[in-house]
């Protein structure tokens, strides 16, 4: 842990302002979403491991003060330990300022990273250290009303060659899911 000064750079890690979280917990109250795990995301997660190969993939709704996995796919085998070999724990919740998705979310545009080592902008990020994560690949939940509700993502613990596949993959992956879950709203139909 480094006792120093901040890093030149940090000032280019904050979480970007996201002037839509407010409408957005009103959506996703309106559908039901964001505050307990679903079961159907879980599947959904563990689907999209699957498809890409990832040992993590989560269903994230990003609130105004926290993001939530309603889906989450954590392999087993993996093991996430930090510099002083203690192995923190990934669960349903996340501070607002921790991972990739709430640049996802404000920028409505997938975010591919193979190595989040050679971007100074997502280097420093929380996750990186505390659970090290490596590799990043996010596409933003963009509802009918155009409102990014979350994001679909899997990360790995070793940089990853996503390529245009894997891009591709996310995002097909999250137009499925959004439309998945207007329909479960509207129509009280499973995913």
Same mark, same amino acid.
């Given at each position: 842990?480094?006792? %120093? #000064?901040?890093?030149?750079?940090?000032?280019?890690?904050?979480?970007?302002?996201?002037?839509?979280?407010?409408?957005? !917990?009103?959506?996703?109250?309106?559908?039901?979403?964001?505050?307990?795990?679903?079961?159907?995301?879980?599947?959904?997660?563990?689907?999209?491991?699957?498809?890409?190969?990832? #040992?993590?993939?989560?269903?994230?709704?990003?609130?105004?003060?926290?993001?939530?996995?309603?889906?989450?796919?954590?392999?087993?085998?993996?093991?996430?330990?930090?510099?002083?070999?203690?192995? #923190?724990?990934?669960?349903?919740?996340? !501070?607002?300022?921790?991972?990739?998705?709430?640049?996802?979310?404000?920028?409505?545009? !997938?975010?591919?990273?193979?190595?989040?080592?050679?971007?100074?902008?997502?280097?420093?990020? #929380?996750?990186?250290?505390?659970?090290?994560?490596?590799?990043?690949?996010? !596409?933003?939940?963009?509802?009918?009303?155009?409102?990014?509700?979350?994001?679909?993502?899997?990360?790995?613990?070793?940089?990853?060659?996503?390529?245009?596949?894997?891009?591709?993959?996310?995002?097909?992956?999250?137009?499925?899911?959004?439309?998945?879950?207007?329909?479960?709203?509207?129509? %009280?139909?499973?995913?």
């Amino acid at each position: 842990m480094s006792h %120093g #000064p901040p890093h030149p750079v940090a000032r280019l890690l904050l979480t970007p302002e996201d002037k839509e979280a407010p409408a957005r !917990a009103r959506r996703l109250f309106q559908l039901g979403l964001g505050e307990h795990p679903d079961p159907a995301l879980d599947v959904f997660a563990d689907h999209l491991a699957e498809l890409t190969g990832a #040992p993590y993939a989560m269903v994230n709704f990003i609130g105004e003060n926290r993001q939530f996995f309603a889906g989450l796919h954590v392999r087993p085998t993996v093991s996430l330990a930090r510099s002083d070999d203690t192995k #923190p724990q990934l669960g349903r919740h996340m !501070a607002r300022d921790h991972g990739f998705c709430p640049h996802v979310v404000v920028r409505h545009k !997938a975010l591919v990273l193979e190595d989040v080592r050679d971007y100074p902008r997502f280097a420093g990020n #929380p996750i990186v250290d505390e659970f090290g994560i490596r590799s990043y690949l996010g !596409a933003p939940l963009i509802d009918s009303t155009g409102m990014a509700l979350g994001t679909v993502c899997v990360v790995d613990v070793e940089p990853r060659p996503w390529g245009k596949a894997g891009l591709e993959t996310i995002k097909a992956s999250a137009a499925e899911l959004a439309m998945r879950l207007e329909r479960r709203a509207a129509d %009280g139909l499973p995913l």
